[in-house]
């Protein structure tokens, strides 16, 4: 199975402090077999502080932060199995899940993946034309970073078809006792 992740940064925690929270969970998905490109911008000068080259486990593509390389990395959502796009990217995103919803196939699995749940749902209280509203039709499964029951149902009643907290865990292979 193909994945197309659209997020933040993946080759560097600077400003961003999803990055070892992508980088754990990829890892473990690519172990279990899946196929995994990172789609992140160039913005913030993440890439001037990278703590990890491209990994062998993810294809990471770097693009500039442009609307045609956006338009660009978004039609790829159309060779993908499960397309992610991320909250937070640091460029256009509203733009952008609105791309990758319209490029991705009709059966493939769509995913909104919010890392900051308080932010965006504070955000979509305050403006009922917030796009993400309409994109919620559109989405599979929204995934949170944390939040438990109360973002479980904030999603719901916003009219998400479905919303899963995915709680922090560590890398056993980075993280472990040492003698």
Excluded at 112 to 138: I, M, Q
Aim: proline letters at 6%; aromatic letters at 10%.
């Amino acid at each position: 199975m193909k994945i197309a992740f659209y997020g933040s940064s993946l080759l560097s925690s600077y400003w961003n402090g999803a990055a070892t929270y992508y980088r754990g969970l990829l890892k473990a998905l690519s172990q279990r077999g899946y196929d995994i490109v990172f789609y992140e911008p160039d913005v913030y000068d993440r890439q001037k502080h990278r703590d990890i080259e491209a990994p062998d486990w993810c294809s990471v593509v770097v693009y500039e932060p442009t609307p045609h390389a956006l338009m660009q990395v978004a039609s790829r959502a159309a060779q993908a199995d499960i397309v992610v796009k991320a909250s937070g990217v640091g460029f256009e995103d509203d733009a952008l899940l609105q791309a990758v919803l319209d490029n991705a196939r009709p059966d493939a699995l769509t995913v909104f993946w919010d890392v900051d749940a308080p932010a965006t749902l504070s955000e979509l209280r305050n403006d009922a034309d917030h796009p993400l509203h309409e994109a919620l039709k559109r989405i599979g499964i929204v995934l949170t970073y944390g939040g438990g029951d109360p973002v479980v149902w904030d999603y719901r009643a916003l009219g998400a078809a479905e919303c899963v907290p995915i709680y922090n865990a560590l890398d056993p292979e980075t993280h472990h006792p040492v003698a």
